[in-house]
């Protein structure tokens, strides 16, 4: 599917407000797959596509995610908007065509990251958190600057100010956010 068709059917199933927020994504991993060299066009489709069914009714997520037989944690029992990952990544290969298992797995992945991501799966990760629309939260800056000159250190500040964020409102905490925190910190280590 090309682009103009793949944003006709986006505008169709998302707010005004997460649309813009998905463009801001995909230029924003364009941009960081200049600078990384990863390939520009799949990280614009991934940057796209990631939070296709974001606007899904929350209880929906959970039903079509079951219906699916995609694989639902107890995490994702507890909060169903955290399957907006894993529904995306299914939604971008049954009705946006999308074939590249790297340009899924980094629409499944988008909110919690994982363990050894792959160049493409840390670009989307962070430029979901940095784009240019998204409100000026604690750091922002200062991770903006990093997402373009090193990309492990904003992968760790994002997962940190998020694990203190969601702490802070006593949300429950996918194993999946604190076990790529834990690998990342690690690694830097090393
Ligand atoms: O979909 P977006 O808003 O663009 O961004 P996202 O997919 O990163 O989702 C952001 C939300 O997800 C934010 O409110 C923090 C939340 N989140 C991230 N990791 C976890 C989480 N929420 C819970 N409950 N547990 C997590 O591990
Ligand atoms: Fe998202
Ligand atoms: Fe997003």
Known sequence: M??????????????????????????TAACMAAIYDVDIKK??????????AKCIPT????????????PVNKWEEENPDLLHGKLGAYYAKAKYGVEDEEVLSSITYHTTGKPAMTMLEKII?????????????????????????DLDKAVIHILKNTLDYLKSKDQSIDELTEETYKYYTEQEKN
């Open 125 to 149: 990760f962070v430029a979901d958190y940095i784009e240019p629309n998204r409100k000026m939260i604690k750091d922002m800056a200062e991770i903006r600057k990093e997402a373009f000159t």
């Open 43 to 52: 990280a614009r489709r991934a940057g796209l596509l990631h939070d296709c």
């Open 59 to 70: 209880d929906e997520k959970l039903k079509k995610a079951k219906k699916l037989g995609l």
């Open 2 to 27: 090309d682009r103009e068709e793949a944003v006709k059917r986006l505008r169709s199933k998302l707010t005004e407000k997460r649309f813009v927020h998905s463009v801001g994504v995909e230029y």
